[in-house]
């Protein structure tokens, strides 16, 4: 019943453990947005009574019970994934592992989720449990990556120089999300009317978190330059792509107010944007059976019409 090989199953598996963890993001988000981190006021139930929400608890206790609920659903997507790769833990080792490093992560992220209720929604878990998720959209975007690959040994597809470029810029888009955290924790969308904040100027730290993404921006074209010749372009235009969105949304809410839906766009943008960069390093090895198909290809002769 289980497959032994990669099969349409263990595709639609990858793409629903990477879809689920966004979108964990964008209602996580909601609940901040909306002020509902406190909806439940305790954790691991939602009352000290109750596992699920009461009607006396409003519109609030609808959103962060829902987005409780969520995390089922990743744990039951991290469990079938693991399944439907546990044959193949020989012949993709990787699968294998990243499939359970995914299954073990979620309950992590969820105890996580648990302490920023259980601190009142102090800004420096919360900006914790979102870089949580993250880190697990970064690995499902690797298992996604891998599933399409073939197995064996992988050799550089990029020229070094390039390549450090490339790490360059991951380290930027990096720092662009570190840095845009903690806006968000000097912001007024704290989750809750009565939770901290994180103290800085919120005015000048929406500066400061303009200036690695500027950086990350331009390393791109850099990037995209460089490797213009190379399979490696179609991903750095995507990276490109999610970036000039980003920086869009991120000027509109600046700009606006920070209105609650361009905020939360501008959220699951920047998990989007680590899984694009991830996608990036993540070709700059390529399968040599992939290296030799593609030389082999290019070596070919063209074919001459005949008459």
């Not at 954790?43 to 206790?61: K, V």
């Not at 259980?118 to 959209?137: K, Q």
């Not at 360059?168 to 662009?176: E, F, N, Y």
């Amino acid at each position: 019943m289980l497959p032994s090989s990669i099969d349409r199953r263990v595709i639609f598996a990858a793409w629903a453990t990477f879809v689920v963890q966004v979108a964990i993001v964008g209602t996580g988000g909601l609940v901040r947005l909306t002020a509902s981190g406190l909806g439940c006021p305790t954790w691991p139930r939602c009352t000290p009574e109750s596992f699920i929400n009461t009607p006396e608890m409003g519109i609030h206790g609808v959103i962060e019970f829902g987005n409780r609920l969520l995390t089922f659903v990743l744990v039951a997507v991290a469990i079938i994934t693991f399944l439907f790769v546990v044959r193949m833990r020989r012949t993709r080792p990787d699968l294998f592992w990243l499939a359970l490093i995914i299954g073990l992560y979620v309950p992590i992220q969820a105890v996580i989720g648990g302490i920023t209720v259980l601190t009142n929604l102090n800004p420096y878990v919360v900006g914790l449990h979102y870089f949580a998720s993250v880190v697990l959209v970064a690995f499902a975007t690797v298992f996604v990556v891998r599933v399409y690959s073939a197995p064996g040994p992988r050799v550089p597809a990029a020229p070094r120089g390039l390549a450090i470029l490339a790490h360059l810029t991951s380290v930027a888009v990096v720092i662009t999300v570190v840095v845009g955290i903690l806006v968000t924790g000097a912001g007024p969308h704290a989750g809750d009317a009565g939770a901290a904040r994180n103290g800085l100027d919120p005015e000048l730290m929406q500066h400061l978190h303009s200036w690695p993404a500027y950086a990350t921006l331009a390393l791109t074209l850099a990037l995209l330059v460089g490797g213009w010749r190379l399979p490696l372009r179609r991903w750095v235009l995507l990276l490109l792509a999610v970036e000039a969105m980003q920086i869009a949304v991120g000027l509109w809410q600046a700009r606006t107010g920070l209105p609650i839906v361009l905020v939360n766009i501008h959220m699951v943008l920047a998990v989007l944007l680590v899984a694009a960069m991830t996608a990036v390093i993540m070709h700059l090895k390529l399968p040599t059976t992939a290296i030799r198909a593609e030389r082999d290809e290019s070596a070919a002769p063209a074919s001459v019409p005949t008459s």
